[in-house]
Protein backbone atom coordinates (compact mmCIF):
# COMPACT_ATOMS: atom_id res chain seq x y z
CA UNK A 1 0.00 0.00 0.00
CA UNK A 2 1.55 3.02 -0.92
CA UNK A 3 1.17 6.02 2.30
CA UNK A 4 -0.41 9.25 1.88
CA UNK A 5 1.08 12.39 0.09
CA UNK A 6 2.03 14.43 2.88
CA UNK A 7 2.08 18.58 2.33
CA UNK A 8 3.87 20.83 4.49
CA UNK A 9 1.69 24.18 4.43
CA UNK A 10 2.32 27.61 6.59
CA UNK A 11 2.60 31.13 5.66
CA UNK A 12 5.49 34.05 6.11
CA UNK A 13 4.86 37.59 7.45
CA UNK A 14 6.54 39.71 4.52
CA UNK A 15 6.04 39.23 0.96
CA UNK A 16 9.08 36.75 -0.01
CA UNK A 17 10.15 36.08 -3.57
CA UNK A 18 9.64 32.23 -4.41
CA UNK A 19 13.49 31.91 -5.23
CA UNK A 20 14.42 33.19 -1.97
CA UNK A 21 12.17 30.83 -0.33
CA UNK A 22 13.29 27.58 -2.24
CA UNK A 23 16.96 28.61 -1.33
CA UNK A 24 16.15 28.90 2.16
CA UNK A 25 14.02 25.86 2.20
CA UNK A 26 16.80 24.12 0.28
CA UNK A 27 19.78 24.89 3.04
CA UNK A 28 17.64 23.92 6.01
CA UNK A 29 16.87 20.72 4.37
CA UNK A 30 19.51 19.78 2.77
CA UNK A 31 18.03 18.46 -0.20
CA UNK A 32 17.08 19.77 -3.19
CA UNK A 33 13.84 22.11 -3.34
CA UNK A 34 12.21 22.74 -7.02
CA UNK A 35 9.49 25.43 -7.41
CA UNK A 36 6.41 23.65 -8.63
CA UNK A 37 5.63 25.69 -12.03
CA UNK A 38 9.76 24.54 -12.67
CA UNK A 39 9.43 20.87 -12.16
CA UNK A 40 9.43 18.48 -14.83
CA UNK A 41 9.18 15.80 -13.85
CA UNK A 42 11.21 13.12 -15.99
CA UNK A 43 14.44 15.62 -14.38
CA UNK A 44 13.55 15.68 -10.33
CA UNK A 45 15.91 14.43 -8.15
CA UNK A 46 14.86 11.58 -6.13
CA UNK A 47 14.81 13.33 -3.33
CA UNK A 48 13.66 16.78 -4.50
CA UNK A 49 10.64 18.70 -3.05
CA UNK A 50 8.35 20.45 -4.99
CA UNK A 51 7.28 24.16 -3.26
CA UNK A 52 4.74 26.56 -3.89
CA UNK A 53 4.81 29.65 -3.50
CA UNK A 54 2.23 33.11 -3.42
CA UNK A 55 0.91 35.74 -2.01
CA UNK A 56 -2.21 36.97 -0.33
CA UNK A 57 -3.07 39.42 1.68
CA UNK A 58 -3.26 39.55 5.85
CA UNK A 59 -0.32 40.22 8.06
CA UNK A 60 1.33 36.38 6.70
CA UNK A 61 1.60 37.17 2.70
CA UNK A 62 3.34 34.71 1.17
CA UNK A 63 1.91 30.76 1.50
CA UNK A 64 4.43 28.23 0.98
CA UNK A 65 3.22 24.60 0.21
CA UNK A 66 5.77 21.26 0.30
CA UNK A 67 5.35 18.44 -1.83
CA UNK A 68 6.86 15.49 -0.99
CA UNK A 69 9.05 16.53 2.47
CA UNK A 70 11.31 14.54 4.23
CA UNK A 71 9.66 11.83 6.44
CA UNK A 72 10.95 11.59 10.15
CA UNK A 73 11.58 15.57 9.98
CA UNK A 74 9.00 17.89 12.39
CA UNK A 75 7.57 20.78 9.92
CA UNK A 76 7.52 22.74 13.15
CA UNK A 77 11.15 22.59 13.35
CA UNK A 78 11.92 22.94 9.32
CA UNK A 79 9.36 26.38 9.98
CA UNK A 80 11.34 27.52 12.86
CA UNK A 81 14.68 27.15 11.12
CA UNK A 82 13.34 28.81 7.52
CA UNK A 83 11.98 31.92 10.03
CA UNK A 84 15.68 31.91 11.92
CA UNK A 85 17.55 32.38 8.00
CA UNK A 86 14.42 34.43 6.51
CA UNK A 87 14.62 36.68 9.27
CA UNK A 88 10.55 36.73 9.55
CA UNK A 89 8.20 35.05 11.64
CA UNK A 90 6.38 31.91 10.22
CA UNK A 91 2.73 30.64 10.76
CA UNK A 92 2.70 26.87 10.92
CA UNK A 93 -0.88 24.90 11.58
CA UNK A 94 -0.45 22.83 15.19
CA UNK A 95 -2.40 20.25 16.52
CA UNK A 96 -5.53 21.54 17.22
CA UNK A 97 -7.22 21.55 13.73
CA UNK A 98 -8.59 24.96 14.80
CA UNK A 99 -8.04 27.05 11.63
CA UNK A 100 -7.55 30.05 13.78
CA UNK A 101 -4.80 28.18 16.03
CA UNK A 102 -0.88 28.08 15.15
CA UNK A 103 2.84 27.74 16.10
CA UNK A 104 4.26 30.95 15.33
CA UNK A 105 7.94 30.79 14.68
CA UNK A 106 10.06 33.95 15.55
CA UNK A 107 12.82 35.50 13.74
CA UNK A 108 14.72 33.68 16.61
CA UNK A 109 13.89 30.06 15.56
CA UNK A 110 11.53 30.10 18.96
CA UNK A 111 8.08 28.58 18.35
CA UNK A 112 4.69 29.38 20.37
CA UNK A 113 0.95 28.45 19.98
CA UNK A 114 -0.69 31.32 18.33
CA UNK A 115 -3.95 32.52 17.87
CA UNK A 116 -4.77 34.39 14.24
CA UNK A 117 -7.50 35.89 12.56
CA UNK A 118 -7.94 33.64 8.89
CA UNK A 119 -9.96 35.19 5.97
CA UNK A 120 -10.93 33.34 3.11
CA UNK A 121 -9.63 34.82 0.10
CA UNK A 122 -9.50 34.26 -3.58
CA UNK A 123 -5.56 33.10 -3.27
CA UNK A 124 -6.30 31.35 -0.09
CA UNK A 125 -6.39 31.93 3.88
CA UNK A 126 -5.46 35.25 5.18
CA UNK A 127 -3.91 35.14 8.68
CA UNK A 128 -4.17 38.31 10.70
CA UNK A 129 -4.16 39.60 13.94
CA UNK A 130 -1.53 36.90 15.69
CA UNK A 131 -1.69 36.74 19.71
CA UNK A 132 -0.35 34.67 21.74
CA UNK A 133 -1.94 31.27 23.68
CA UNK A 134 -1.66 32.25 26.94
CA UNK A 135 -3.57 31.21 30.35
CA UNK A 136 -3.43 34.76 30.85
CA UNK A 137 -6.42 35.21 28.31
CA UNK A 138 -9.80 33.74 29.83
CA UNK A 139 -11.00 31.69 26.41
CA UNK A 140 -7.40 29.58 26.21
CA UNK A 141 -7.68 29.30 30.04
CA UNK A 142 -10.88 27.75 29.79
CA UNK A 143 -10.53 26.31 26.01
CA UNK A 144 -10.08 22.30 26.21
CA UNK A 145 -9.06 22.51 22.93
CA UNK A 146 -5.81 24.86 23.84
CA UNK A 147 -5.18 22.75 27.15
CA UNK A 148 -4.98 19.51 25.55
CA UNK A 149 -2.69 20.39 22.62
CA UNK A 150 0.89 19.16 22.56
CA UNK A 151 1.40 22.75 22.15
CA UNK A 152 -0.16 23.85 25.62
CA UNK A 153 -0.63 27.78 26.15
CA UNK A 154 2.25 30.05 27.21
CA UNK A 155 4.71 27.25 25.71
CA UNK A 156 7.88 28.60 24.54
CA UNK A 157 9.88 26.22 22.72
CA UNK A 158 13.59 27.24 21.87
CA UNK A 159 15.38 26.79 18.50
CA UNK A 160 18.23 24.56 21.16
CA UNK A 161 14.78 22.44 22.56
CA UNK A 162 13.52 21.72 18.36
CA UNK A 163 17.58 20.50 17.50
CA UNK A 164 17.39 18.35 20.58
CA UNK A 165 14.27 16.61 19.86
Known amino acids: MESPAVIWSWSV ?7 RLC ?9 PVVPLGAADPARLPADAVLCDVWH ?6 TIVECYGPPTGIPE ?12 HRC ?10 RHLLAMPDGTLRPTHVDVADTDDG ?6 RPCTIATQRCRESEECRQSRWEPDLIVTASDLTAA
Open 13 to 19: DARVHPA
Open 23 to 31: ATLEAVLGR
Open 56 to 61: TSGDFP
Open 76 to 87: SAVVAAVARRLG
Open 91 to 100: LVADDTLNPG
Open 125 to 130: AAHSNA
